[in-house]
Each structure stands twice: as structure tokens, then as C-alpha cells.
């Protein structure tokens, strides 16, 4: 009896002994999943990038709190705990920025994923009693950004899904550059019996039309579904071998044109974005979207409205609003947003204010909602690879905020003077007009050489949005 109970007091004392220490552990070593959302030319890889940069070498973030107040110890890049996704390549992107001839990284082609941990001096005197030193993990996600277009597909059937895509397709610029694939839904009924060749034939069009508006100089974003232009691993696969059809209206057959197509649609919806979904976007705790404002405003109105228009219905599948402990530990509600300017050095520093403001002006229905649902929601203008530098000129007794660096295309530093950033939404005088000419510039030479990280602009001030109470 007397043995019993001292095996019940044994076994309760290391229960109590296991508990201490999950909450010690839980104290001292935290994950941290961070979802870098963007659309294609947003800079979501140079943005991770100079991120991890930064972070190893922590030279250039006077303005993130925990580096301001000496308690930043040191980060270094770990094994991340999921082995079936391919490892964020860092360096090899880092090696194009600084190389001898500086160049931008190439796309990133599929899903990648890299955990950096970082060692801080914990604020709150209980966590330092505690443990003097904690780390953070910060899992970090890369993607295609077309990728990020196939979220709105989880809730439209495949016939409103069509018919939104056919609007679409009857409108400039996109009707040029649909006109084969529609010249080929007229020769087609979706009500008769279809075949394989058919579905490829509709497909291989429809494929055909994504890729010249994403080539277009109009700068198109609504490029659905994703996979089509950027299949990863499933290219060649019959998930992707179908394509929107005009609705007749009519009771469609079983092995009807339609139904073959609507088969593949929510095959398509089911194996892969809800998946990528469930596994990837799910378990976000913090999120920032990178936006490129100035390439959609030397686009013209149009690229801005399907800029807007792409973004806005892509938020609206993650799930915002305060997080409790639980959900901070497993993921679930993402309870602080940054959205992000990006390209902010291609203009003069005094006209940042106009960029950040005309960005919260673009979204502010999508800042709305997650400020309703409870989540922390920030705005910034940024770069997270500095490549110009802001200098005066004086030009017909006016003196100018210009630019200085090396254009794409060009092989010598260039002062330029960008134009202003309206602050406000009346953007263009006519549909036609194009006021706004913002180039991309080269990566500067010997960018990040004095080990201090790569040089940006704000990218301390968005780590302390979105990190900086986990460094409290």
C-alpha cells in the first residue's frame, strides 16, 4: 500500500515536473508564422531576403525595439520542422543582390519555406526571472503570387466562377488578348458529350490567354487560377485541364462539356488551394502584404482597379481578429496586419507620406473589416532593398526632390526626378491617361558588404508591428 502511494506521488511530482517545463519552454522558445502575401512583382522574395539579412546581422534596425534597447542577442537560420517543403534558397538570392553584377533574384517557381531563430533579452522582468534569454522562430513561407489568387476559388461555384472570368474577358485589354480562347468557346456546346482533347483544347487557350495578361504592359493581377501559369509540381497534371464556359442555362449531362470541366474546377479547388490553404495559410499568426503601388499607378487605372480588385478578394478567405493563447500556440487568426508599400525608394523620401496615405485610401475596406474583427492593422511605405538615394536639383529656379541611382536597362547612377504621389484617389484626369512613369532600379553596388545587412528603408518599423510584443 505504502509503495502504491509513493508511485502515485512519484508519478504525480513528474507530471507537475512536465508541466513546469512545457510552460518554461513555452516561455523561453516561441514560433512564429509569418505570412508574406503579395501579388506577382510585389517583392515578396527580395523582401524575405533582406528580412533574414537583417536579421543574422541586425545592423540596420535602429527603430525595432528590441535592437533600440540592446536585448537582441544574436538570429541563425535553422532546419525547419516540416522536411516536405523545399528550403527557402537565402543565399543564393542574397548572392544576385550583392554579386559583382548586382541583379534581382529570380521568381520564386513554388512553395518554399525557411525558420529563422532569433535569441533576445526578454522585456517583461517575469520572462527574465525566468529565463535571462528566449528565442523566437519565425517561420517564414515563400510562394508563386498567382498562387495567392486561388483563395477566392474555395467559395464560387464553377459557374459564377465562370461567368465573373467571362466578364472579365469582354473588356480591354482583355479582350485582345483573350480572342483566340473566345473564338474557341464559340465553336464549342457545353452541353454535348465531351472528350479529353477537348478539355485540353479549352485549357491550353484559356493557359494561353493567362500568360499574355501577365505579360501585358497593363500590368493585370486577376490571373486565376494560379497554377496555370505557375503549375509547380503539377504541370502536365489533369487538375489543370479545364477552363471557364458560358452557362446556357440548361440541365447539363453527366458527361457533358460542362460537367467535365466543373468535375476538374472542384478537383482542382479541393487537392490543391484548400489544401495549400489548410497547410500553409491557415496556421498564420501575423501577416504583411506587399503592395506595388507605383507599378500599378504607371500602369494606368486599370492595373489599379485590378490590383484592388485582386487583393481585396484574396484577404477575404484568411481569417483576422484577436487571438487568444491557444490560437497563438496553433495557429488559427492572424491578429496583426502590415500592409506594405513596396518600391518606396523609386520615389523621394518626402513624398513617402503621399505613398503610405494612397495606399490606405486603396484598401481601406479590407483594413476596416480586420479592425472589426479585432486584429492590429498597420500601413507602411517601404523597401527592403534600398537602391536610390533622395537628392536635390534645381531645375528652372524650382528646386526638385530627385532620385539617384542605376535604372534597369542602364549601366551608370542617374538622377531622376519620379514625379508626386497624389493623396488622394482622383489619380487620373481620363481612363486613357498614363500621368505616371516610375522605373525599377538596379540593386546598388556593394549592397550590404559592411555586414550590417542588406540596406532598406522601414523595415525595422515593420518587424516591430509585427513582432515587437513578442520580443515584450
Same mark, same amino acid.
Given at each position: ?10 508519478n @504525480?511530482?513528474?507530471w ?6 512545457? +510552460?518554461?519552454?513555452?516561455?523561453? *522558445? ?5 505570412g ?9 522574395t ?11 546581422? &541586425?545592423?540596420?534596425?535602429p527603430? #525595432?525595439?528590441?535592437? =533600440?534597447s540592446?536585448?537582441? $542577442?544574436?538570429a541563425?537560420? %535553422? ?7 523545399p ?5 543564393r !538570392? ?15 517557381r513554388g512553395?518554399? $519555406? ?11 522582468t ?23 489568387l ?5 467559395e ?11 466578364d472579365? @474577358? ?6 485582345a488578348?483573350a ?10 456546346s ?5 472528350? *479529353? ?6 485549357? %491550353?487557350?484559356?493557359t494561353d ?17 494560379g ?5 509547380g509540381? +503539377? =504541370?502536365? @497534371? ?6 471557364p ?9 453527366? *458527361? ?13 479547388k ?5 489544401r495549400?490553404f ?20 504607371t ?6 482597379d485590378?490590383?484592388?480588385? &485582386?487583393l ?7 481569417? !483576422?481578429?484577436r487571438?487568444?493563447?491557444? *490560437?497563438?500556440?496553433i495557429?488559427?487568426r492572424?491578429?496583426?496586419? +502590415? ?9 523621394a523620401?518626402? $513624398?513617402h ?12 475596406? @479590407?483594413?476596416?473589416?480586420m ?9 507602411v ?8 538615394e533622395t ?6 529656379? %524650382?528646386?526638385?526632390?530627385c532620385? $539617384? ?18 493623396d488622394?484617389?482622383d489619380?487620373f ?18 549592397a ?10 522601414? +523595415?525595422?518599423?515593420? #518587424? ?9
Amino acid at each position: 500500500m505504502r509503495l502504491t502511494k509513493l508511485n502515485r506521488l512519484s508519478n @504525480a511530482g513528474e507530471w507537475a515536473f512536465d508541466r513546469v517545463s512545457d +510552460l518554461v519552454g513555452n516561455l523561453t *522558445e516561441t514560433n512564429l508564422r509569418l505570412g508574406v502575401t503579395g501579388l506577382r512583382r510585389a517583392g515578396k522574395t527580395v523582401f524575405v531576403t533582406s528580412l533574414i539579412d537583417n536579421l543574422l546581422k &541586425a545592423g540596420r534596425l535602429p527603430f #525595432l525595439d528590441v535592437v =533600440a534597447s540592446n536585448r537582441y $542577442q544574436a538570429a541563425r537560420l %535553422r532546419p525547419h520542422p516540416d522536411v516536405t517543403v523545399p528550403r527557402f534558397d537565402y543565399e543564393r !538570392h542574397l548572392a544576385a543582390i550583392t554579386g559583382t553584377q548586382p541583379g534581382w533574384p529570380e521568381p520564386t517557381r513554388g512553395l518554399q $519555406q525557411i525558420r529563422v531563430s532569433i535569441r533576445f533579452v526578454p522585456g517583461s522582468t517575469l520572462r527574465r526571472t525566468v529565463q535571462p534569454l528566449s528565442t523566437l522562430n519565425l517561420d517564414i513561407v515563400d510562394y508563386p503570387g498567382e498562387w495567392l489568387l486561388d483563395l477566392p476559388l474555395m467559395e464560387l461555384p464553377y459557374g459564377v466562377w465562370s461567368q465573373g472570368v467571362l466578364d472579365l @474577358a469582354e473588356r480591354p485589354p482583355r479582350a485582345a488578348l483573350a480572342a483566340a480562347w473566345r473564338h474557341w468557346l464559340g465553336t464549342v456546346s457545353a452541353d454535348l458529350r465531351a472528350d *479529353e482533347a477537348q478539355l485540353r483544347e479549352g485549357a %491550353r487557350l484559356y493557359t494561353d490567354y493567362l500568360h499574355a495578361c501577365r505579360r501585358s504592359s497593363a500590368n493585370l493581377s486577376v490571373v486565376q487560377p494560379g497554377r496555370f501559369v505557375e503549375p509547380g509540381d +503539377l =504541370a502536365g @497534371a489533369p487538375l489543370l485541364t479545364f477552363c471557364p464556359l458560358p452557362d446556357t442555362g440548361r440541365e447539363h449531362r453527366r *458527361e457533358s462539356l460542362w460537367a467535365l470541366m466543373e468535375q476538374r474546377f472542384e478537383a482542382y479547388k479541393s487537392e490543391v488551394v484548400r489544401r495549400f490553404f489548410v497547410e500553409h495559410f491557415s496556421r498564420l499568426n501575423r501577416q504583411i502584404v506587399l503592395v506595388d503601388l507605383l507599378g500599378a499607378l504607371t500602369a494606368g487605372p486599370g492595373s489599379l482597379d485590378d490590383m484592388r480588385s &485582386a487583393l481585396v478578394a484574396s484577404l477575404q478567405a484568411f481569417r !483576422h481578429g484577436r487571438s487568444g493563447w491557444l *490560437e497563438r500556440l496553433i495557429g488559427g487568426r492572424i491578429d496583426r496586419v +502590415l500592409f506594405a508599400a513596396t518600391k518606396a525608394d523609386h520615389v523621394a523620401a518626402s $513624398q513617402h507620406g503621399n505613398l503610405c496615405n494612397l495606399l490606405d485610401l486603396l484598401l481601406s475596406d @479590407a483594413r476596416r473589416a480586420m479592425r472589426f474583427e479585432g486584429a492590429q492593422v498597420g500601413t507602411v511605405a517601404l523597401a527592403a532593398l534600398k537602391c536610390t538615394e533622395t537628392v536635390k536639383t534645381e531645375h528652372q529656379g %524650382r528646386q526638385l526632390s530627385c532620385v $539617384q541611382g542605376t535604372p534597369v536597362g542602364r549601366d551608370k547612377p542617374t538622377v531622376l526626378y519620379p514625379g508626386e504621389i497624389p493623396d488622394s484617389l482622383d489619380l487620373f484626369p481620363d481612363e486613357a491617361a498614363r500621368p505616371y512613369t516610375f522605373l525599377d532600379f538596379l540593386p546598388p553596388t556593394g549592397a550590404g558588404r559592411d555586414g550590417r545587412g542588406l540596406p532598406n528603408i522601414r +523595415l525595422d518599423q515593420a #518587424l516591430n508591428h509585427l513582432l515587437g510584443d513578442y520580443f515584450a
